[in-house]
């Protein structure tokens, strides 16, 4: 038998898979023509885009007290919708693991996570700005919800990995579910815990941005101010800002995730 016999035979062509990436190139094609993307148009773009980042430089840090106390309100939502969020996490995510919690629990809350993450932070924080009006306030619920979505489900699937053995072992010795979660469930999940966490505040800084442009406090709102009065060089100023502000928080936690190795 020659050897493109066998070669067919040992790696055979997955038509399936083959069809189903053809199907989606041809959807694109097709959204692209639905959709309106030209050449045109984006070559358009791309000369407005440059006079507006002519009109952005240089950045105008006149105004540091108001771009300073709009940075440290962003700052402060983040902190404390990552510190709510990560306290309500932890709880949900133990009753929302299917080999710790009975499964009417866990399919209950495995729901209710669901839930907390199916909405974006930003329609999550323009329900809150309706309810209970513009500020911090706000922001700091609609993050918080985000957050205790987002690392529940994840702290919940990494529960579901342990190994059950330890557990068994610590049960052996007649101990109590809470010497069990505190000696066999939690030395297991804690680095990937508080990986999940400063990843979700690092994401939380990001986002403190975005809910402050509807309303929800911090560093958005002047943003979307210098906006409309066309204040592109204070916008330059601001979005700078943001940049530094994420940089430095991700050298933070980079050395805190290798401090706890």
């Known amino acids: 038998m020659s050897a493109s016999r066998l070669r067919r035979r040992a790696f055979p062509p997955n038509w399936s898979a083959r069809a189903t990436a053809f199907g989606l190139m041809l959807y694109a094609i097709y959204a692209f023509g639905q959709l309106d993307i030209t ?9 407005e885009a440059g006079r507006f980042l002519a009109r952005m430089w240089p950045p105008n840090f006149s105004r540091a007290e108001l771009l300073f106390e709009g940075m440290l309100e962003s700052l402060q939502i983040a902190v404390i919708a990552s510190a709510l969020g990560i306290l309500l996490a932890l709880p949900l995510g133990l009753m929302a693991a299917r080999n710790l919690a009975p499964l009417p629990l866990a399919v209950a809350t495995r729901g209710f996570v669901a839930f907390c993450r199916s909405l974006h932070y930003v329609i999550v924080a323009i ?18 919800i985000a957050s205790m979505g987002f690392i529940a489900k994840l702290f919940a699937e990494a529960i579901e990995e342990i190994s059950m053995k330890q557990l068994e072992a610590i049960r052996a010795t007649g101990a109590g579910f809470g010497a069990v979660l505190v000696y066999g469930v939690l030395p297991q999940v804690a680095s990937r815990f508080i990986g999940f966490s400063l990843y979700q505040l690092d994401s939380n800084l990001r986002n403190s941005t975005l809910v402050g442009i509807v309303g929800a406090g911090g560093i958005g709102g002047t943003l979307f101010a210098a906006f409309k009065r066309f204040d592109y060089d204070f916008v330059a100023a601001i979005l700078l800002s943001i940049i530094a502000l994420i940089f430095i928080a991700e050298l933070v936690s980079g050395r805190i995730r290798a401090l706890l190795r």
């Open 127 to 144: 329900l809150f700005v309706k309810a209970i009006g513009f500020g911090a306030m706000a922001g700091v619920a609609a993050l918080t």
């Open 39 to 47: 050449w045109a148009r984006l070559s358009v773009g791309f000369r």
